[in-house]
């Protein structure tokens, strides 16, 4: 059996024309960085433009109740969907870890299967799947998250923070998923505390320039919950296709 880090999931190919669709797989160079604030802010922009977007948390640790996952009730919410909760998200922990150390820790292993089969009710159309934490953190003992974005065949949006630190945490991400030959829509900056540091005026435009890719934010750093999602929305406004953000 291939080692960890080996493995290359073979992806599930999209049913014809289904590629004109924006979908996005939504995934950080770390934990806490807003990546359910901006998969939130992306489900309510192709909601608005009449897409009947789906969100997807397959794997959340951290639930204060298991019935009523925060994140994907709030992916639900954002898209304006009603479906059930067991095909939103499949896999729920109470730990607040890696869900596949939560799941050992309980002595389960998390089915790959069920997850490709919610997966398949969910895929039909455009699509926010979120991820937990990095590239590298393990979903079971044979999957990382990295794995489950090249089976689904998802571009990725990387959410990274805006301060020190994220040329090196953004670079190592971005070689590890052209590694896998998955492809990058676009690198999202998110302040996620008050502080301001000074590499915040240079990040952009030197992870743009160094890795010929699109830059976006960085998204403000607000207390209130709405403006921060009006500041997400804003940000994220261009990977909506004009086409439809014009309906």
Partial sequence: MATRGSRHPHPVPLPEGEGK????????TDTGVGKTQASRA??????????????????????ASLSAPSDALSLREAARSALPLDIVCP??????????VAARRLGREPDWNTTLAAWERVRHGSVVVEGAGGLFVPLD??????????????????????????LNHTALSLEALAARNIPVAAVLLS???????????D???????????????????LEDPRRRHAAFRKALAPLVPERARGR
């Fill in 21 to 28: 669709w924006p979908r996005f797989f939504v995934t950080g």
């Fill in 42 to 63: 992306l489900l309510s922009l192709l909601a608005d433009a009449g897409l009947s977007p789906q969100g997807f948390k397959p794997y959340e640790s951290g639930c």
């Fill in 91 to 100: 896999h729920r922990f109470r730990a607040p870890l890696a869900p596949g």
């Fill in 141 to 166: 003992s044979s999957h990382d998250v990295i794995d489950l974005i090249s089976t689904l065949g998802l571009p990725v949006l990387l959410v990274a923070r805006a301060g020190l630190g994220t």
């Fill in 191 to 201: 302040r996620s505390t008050p502080s301001r540091d000074p590499s915040e005026r």
């Fill in 203 to 221: 990040n952009p435009s030197l992870l743009s320039e160094r890795h010929h890719i699109q830059v976006l934010g960085p998204v403000p750093y």
